[in-house]
Each structure stands twice: as C-alpha cells, then as structure tokens.
C-alpha cells in the first residue's frame, strides 16, 4: 500500500486542503508563518505561482519584499486571488496589482506607496497603518464597512464596551487614512463618504448622551456632517409641513379672517386653508415675510421658531452645497 503523500494543513474556503508538501509546521512554504519571504527569490516565485493560475488564498506574506512585484493577470478578466492573506509589515511599493482580489486579507502596516491599485478588490481588508503613498486606487473596490468597523458592533452585542471603543478609534483612524489619499487622488466622492464614516467612528468613541454625543449627532442628523446636502432639505420640508400643521390647527390672520381647519367647513375648504397655512409656514421658514397672513395667538411663538430654524438651516445648507461643490 503506497502512504498518501503529506500534504498543507491549509484549508481554502471551498473546503479543499492545500496539495502542496508541508514544512515543520504543517503547512507549506507559501501558508507557513514561520517562514519569512524576504529574499529577492521569493518574489520572483510568487510571480511565477501567480502565473501558473493557482490560488494564493491565505498566503503567509508579513515582512515579505515584494517592491515592483507584478501579479496582474493580464491574459483574463479577472485578477489573481490573494484573498485572506497575511501581508502585515509587506513591501508593495511599486507593486503592480491591478485587478488583484485581496478581499478579506490583511495589508495592515504595509507599504503601498506608488502600488497600483486599480479596480483591486480591497474588501474587508484590514487596513489599519496602510501606507497609500502616490498610490493609484482609480475604480477600487472598497467595502461599505471595514473590519473594525463590523467586529467593533460585535463587541458591542457581547456588551464590551471598552473593546468596541477601542475598535472605533481603529476604524476612525483607517478612514481618515482612506480619506487623504482618496483626496490626493482626486477622488472627492469617495473622500466625502470616507469622511462621513469617520466622523461617526469619532462619535461612537462617545459615552451616549453626552453633550458631545448629542451635538455630534445632531449635525449628522441635519447635514450628514457637512457631506449631505439632501438632508437638510428633507429637514426643511419637514419643518414646514409640520408647522403648517400647526398653524391650520391654531390658525392665522389674513385681512381681518381667521383661516384655519375645522369639522364644520368641510373636506375641500379645509384642504385650502391647509394649502394656505403651509404657504404662510412656507414664508416664515424662508423668511420672506409679505405681510399678506400674520400670527396670532399661539401661532405667533411658531412663527418665531420656525423663522429662527429657517434662517439657520438656509444658512447651514448653503455651507454644506458650496462645501460639497467646491471639491
């Protein structure tokens, strides 16, 4: 009876075990990680691995030196597979990756300075001190939600309040990394959307309802942190309604008349007056005032709070939009 030959103790995602020798450890050289690939050699191995079209799925690469590699697949649509690696502390200045699926490996501190990243898949990745030097990231795919991000949640659910919060100041940090140098890129979309992220990793470092929570909430919730101009419209439209509400039922003064909804004027004359109210909520919040309705009563405090608000919200959306244009 022949004896199987030993093989890697590495598992892929598909279930299938690594067919190649193992070392003392029990994985091969590539999945091994005591074995340090830092020779000139081993780069050239990884590139010709790449090209013989096997996976390089949970590579062992910390400390490796692969400046100027190349591992683009040009001869197919998609690029070659170093999903779930282990590149912390690599040397990737200048490395050629375009196309590259690196989903859900690690690339933390590792040297991207000049690498090109275009249309790579960098989801899931854990990016924490990633260096993005003069690195070209035209059309690559990053995930809604980084790493920390997502385990900082679980913490949360397992009530480890202190672990989540260090999880936050990660994540915080790694989206204003993402953010500059989407801006040194030109890539002002995508910097405002990595900018918002991490203003919320800032605010959920954050005891809930303290003044600094709430105020930073707050300007989420009106402005979307300067990065969401429809928000302040929606707030705005919302505040009219709900003060034209207020002022059918309180009612208004217009040439000597009370206009206001009541039971005995019926469906359709009430719809008007309603029409008319949110009109006058209207030029309140704008602060246009044409002097053709006027406040009485209790309407008289509402106006003066929706025109308060109004001046404030015009004020604040046009900072956001020259904000948002000026990019």
Known sequence: ?????????????????????????????????????????????????????KSMEGFSLKFAKLGNINLVNSDAKDGYDLSDADLYHADLSGA?????????????????????LNCANLTNVNLLGTIFANTKI????W???IRQEKEAEKALRNESRDAARDLHEQAEEIYRNLRK??????????????????????????DRWTLPWFFSKLVDIFCGYGEKPIRVVSFSLAVIFI???????????????IIAMRIEYGVAQN???????????????????????????WSKPV?????????????????????????
Request: net charge neutral; proline share 2%.
């Open 181 to 206: 140098a989407t801006e040194s890129r030109g890539q002002f979309e995508n910097a405002g959307h990595f900018f918002y992220k991490e203003m919320i990793m800032r605010r959920r470092q954050l």
């Open 271 to 297: 719809f008007i007056n309603l029409l008319d109210c949110i009109y006058f909520s209207v030029i309140t919040f704008t602060t246009v005032g044409y002097g053709d309705m006027t406040p009485f009563g």
């Open 143 to 145: 995930c809604d939600e």
């Open 1 to 53: 009876m022949i004896d199987e030959k030993p093989k890697c103790a590495y598992l892929f995602k598909n279930g299938h075990r690594c067919g190649e020798g193992p070392t003392d450890d029990g994985h091969c050289f590539w999945h091994s990680t005591n074995i340090i690939k830092d020779k000139l050699s081993d780069k050239d191995k990884l590139e010709e691995w790449a090209r013989s079209g």
């Open 96 to 116: 050629h990756l375009f196309r590259l699926n690196m989903s859900g490996s690690s690339l933390m501190k590792s040297d991207l300075s000049g690498a090109n």
């Open 243 to 257: 003060c034209g509400l207020f002022f059918a039922v309180i009612g208004i003064q217009y040439n000597g008349n």
């Open 303 to 327: 106006a003066g709070f929706e025109a308060f608000i109004g001046s404030f919200t015009l004020a604040l959306f046009v900072v956001v939009f020259v904000k948002k244009m000026t990019r």
């Open 138 to 141: 035209e059309h690559t795919k």
